[in-house]
């Protein structure tokens, strides 16, 4: 009996061991996953805002998404938008590299990513635009100024420009600019500090014509304020937006640069006495440079536009 048992068991061993060799594998060689792996780790186009956000499809291994936020005024053409980052993992290819441009025109484009094993996938790029609030175009509605010698006194005056409209005795008076449009177009953000900045159009209108800010004062001997009031530059200026603070810097061919901030509809106070309603929006220049005190003339005209003036006051309405 003990003989028995042993040649059935192994007989059976045979017959498994037998089974084993001839039945085929029917599972898939292992496949190291880094060569499978298609998915880029940066990529930046030309007007790129921050970092891309690359997302695979779990449910269909060969699709991706790229979504990026970018400023399209600051590319030239979206048929033809730069790539200046496409980082890969170790041996996988692209049908587009670093140089090579994309179509975006429509507000989306496609490439494909190829791993080192073959597989591929197809990563669909979309576009967000980046905001920036105080982009578009203002119509001048008019010239104010707030200044004088000793506001604490009540010396301080809240005019409309043409106040004293006989003090502008040339062509050009402070009414050209009422029919000014400013254009404000962004071209870029300083990643480090967030800064937007951009170009800015003022244009005539159909006068043809700007303030010339020629100014005659109570002996009828005339000044060029140009160094007071041309604080948005004639025709193309570029500017500037501090991202913490908000002030927008005008900055003109010539290099002049001019600070303001963008005050929004309300009664603003400007001192103890003084202050000023806006109906849309202004922008509100201070003026510090070149001004001073003259008691003698503190009640005169003179005081208020050609000795201290303390703010320049762009009233304006944004379409």
């Known amino acids: 009996m003990k003989i028995l048992k042993y040649v059935m068991i192994f007989s059976v061993m045979a017959l498994i061991g037998t089974s084993c060799q001839d039945d085929a594998r029917n599972t898939e060689e292992l496949i190291d996953p880094w060569l499978r792996e298609r998915t880029p780790v940066s990529f930046k186009l030309e007007g790129q805002v921050g970092e891309a956000t690359i997302v695979d499809n779990w449910r269909n291994d060969t699709e991706g998404t790229i979504v990026i936020?970018?400023?399209?005024?600051?590319?030239?053409?979206?048929?033809?938008?730069?790539?200046?980052?496409?980082?890969?993992?170790?041996?996988?290819?692209?049908?587009?590299?670093?140089?090579?441009?994309?179509?975006?025109?429509?507000?989306?484009?496609?490439?494909?990513?190829?791993?080192?094993?073959?597989?591929?996938?197809?990563?669909?790029?979309?576009?967000?635009?980046?905001?920036?609030?105080?982009?578009?175009?203002?119509?001048?509605?008019?010239?104010?100024?707030?200044?004088?010698?000793?506001?604490?006194?009540g010396g301080g005056a809240v005019w409309n420009m043409m106040e004293k409209s006989w003090r502008w005795n040339v062509a050009g008076k402070p009414t050209a600019e009422e029919d000014n449009t400013i254009t404000l177009v962004l071209k870029g953000v300083d990643e480090n500090t967030g800064d937007t900045y951009g170009t800015c159009y003022n244009d005539a209108g159909p006068d043809g014509m700007y303030a010339s800010f020629i100014y005659d004062d109570k002996n009828w001997t005339k000044h060029d304020l140009k160094h007071f009031y041309r604080c948005i530059p004639e025709g193309e200026g570029t500017w500037q937006k501090n991202a913490k603070t908000g002030a927008?810097?005008?900055?003109?061919?010539?290099?002049?640069?001019?600070?303001?901030?963008?005050?929004?509809?309300?009664?603003?106070?400007?001192?103890?006495?003084?202050?000023?309603?806006?109906?849309?929006?202004?922008?509100?220049?201070?003026?510090?440079?070149?001004?001073?005190?003259?008691?003698?003339?503190?009640?005169?005209?003179?005081?208020?536009?050609?000795?201290?003036?303390?703010?320049?006051?762009v009233k304006v309405t944004k379409r």
Not at 76 to 96: F, I, P
Not at 107 to 135: C, D, H, M, Q, W
């Open 69 to 153: 936020t970018m400023i399209s005024t600051a590319v030239e053409d979206l048929h033809h938008v730069k790539v200046l980052d496409l980082g890969l993992q170790y041996n996988a290819t692209s049908s587009v590299t670093v140089g090579s441009t994309l179509d975006i025109s429509s507000g989306s484009a496609s490439f494909v990513v190829v791993a080192e094993n073959g597989e591929s996938r197809t990563y669909t790029l979309r576009y967000e635009e980046f905001k920036e609030p105080i982009v578009g175009v203002y119509d001048v509605d008019q010239l104010w100024l707030y200044g004088g010698t000793g506001p604490e006194y």
């Open 248 to 313: 927008i810097t005008f900055i003109s061919s010539a290099g002049v640069r001019r600070t303001c901030s963008l005050i929004g509809a309300g009664t603003h106070t400007l001192d103890a006495y003084k202050n000023i309603t806006i109906q849309n929006m202004a922008f509100n220049f201070p003026i510090t440079e070149g001004v001073s005190d003259n008691w003698d003339v503190i009640w005169e005209d003179d005081a208020k536009y050609l000795w201290h003036p303390r703010n320049f006051i």
